[in-house]
């Protein structure tokens, strides 16, 4: 079962920026698709992008297409999510997931099988 295991988050002002990482456990991490997920207080868990298994393809909410950059390092086991122009509604528990389909670059939950603890990024104004 590979293990996920995100971290960078934190608390930023409006305009700022986050890097996020989310290291994976074994070697076929670079066998998988990856993409990130967010929920915010009371609200559904929501997708914000994702990277197809060797970096060639990739795919973001609207809502933060131009801000979010994802990209992926296989040699590290690691797929990133820059965050720039943060705004108070980015605001969220930050997740990222495990594709087994390696070319997708899927939005739906369903098709994500692995799933890390997320971690918390606070936008203030």
Not at 87 to 99: G, Q, R
């Amino acid at each position: 079962q590979i293990q996920l295991v995100e971290s960078g988050g934190g608390l930023v002002q409006a305009g700022g920026s986050l890097k996020l990482s989310c290291a994976a456990s074994e070697r076929t991490f670079s066998t998988y698709a990856m993409g990130w997920f967010r929920q915010a207080p009371g609200k559904e868990r929501d997708f914000v992008g994702s990277i197809n298994f060797s970096g060639s393809t990739t795919s973001y909410a609207n809502s933060v297409k131009g801000r979010f950059t994802i990209s992926r390092d296989n040699a590290k086991n690691t797929v990133y999510l820059q965050m720039n122009s943060l705004k108070p509604e980015d605001t969220a528990v930050y997740s990222c997931a495990a594709n087994p389909d390696r070319w997708s670059v899927s939005k739906r939950l369903i098709d994500y099988r692995h799933w890390g603890q997320g971690t918390q990024v606070t936008v203030s104004s």
